[in-house]
Structures are given as C-alpha cells and as structure tokens.
C-alpha cells in the first residue's frame, strides 16, 4: 500500500512538473515570466533602497522587509497571491547576492570617511 503511495506521489509530481515545463514554453507562460522577470526588477531595486534604512540587517530582517515591499507593490499594481508569493519568494532568494552588495557598499562608505 506505503508504495503504490509513494508511486503515485512520484508520478504526481512529474505530471505536474511537465505541466508547469509545457505552460512557460508556452505563448502566455512566456508572457508571465518575462511580466515577473520586470516586477521582479522593479521591487530587488527598492528593496536594495529599503536595505539602507535598516539598523540591523539579518536574514529575517531581510526577508520581512522582503515580504513587505512585494506587498505594498502588489497594492499599487493588483497582483494576484499565488503571484505575490513567487515574487516573495523570488527576492528572499538573493539574500546573499543583496547582504554582500550592502556589506561592499558600507565598507566604501567606511572608506570615504
């Protein structure tokens, strides 16, 4: 019984994996990433602003602040919640590409000084 499970949790899986394969290969899936691609642009950029206003800046801080500007962007354009949790998502995964330009630019700050 455990296996038959675990089978069909597998074939579930790839059946909606090559769902989600076929609809980005496709005219509108296209459409959406490069509409996610340019939201997501937009909000890395004022999020790399926003970085600046915060005393302490750690992974959760990072990741509230994250969630927050996904949510007062999706106000102004009515961006649906399945969308808004990828982009969430989306900009909580540059952590570390954002906490080192923010380290770099605080050492150059340092430096002028």
């Known amino acids: 019984m455990e296996n038959k499970f675990k089978k069909g ?3 579930g899986g790839l ?8 609809f980005l290969n496709s005219e509108d899936g296209k459409e959406l990433t490069e509409e996610l691609q340019k939201d997501l642009k937009v909000l890395a950029k004022h999020l790399k602003k926003s ?5 302490d800046v750690s992974k959760e801080s990072f990741d509230e602040l994250a969630a927050a500007t996904v949510e007062e962007y999706a106000k102004n354009k009515e961006i649906a919640n ?3 949790e990828t982009l969430t998502i989306a900009l909580q995964a ?5 906490e080192n330009e923010y380290l770099t630019e605080k050492d150059e700050e340092k430096t002028k000084k």
């Open 9 to 11: 949790l597998i074939l």
């Open 15 to 22: 059946l909606a994996a090559g769902a989600v394969v076929g």
């Open 51 to 55: 970085l600046h206003k915060l005393e």
């Open 82 to 84: 399945d969308i808004k």
């Open 94 to 98: 540059k952590w570390k590409e954002m």
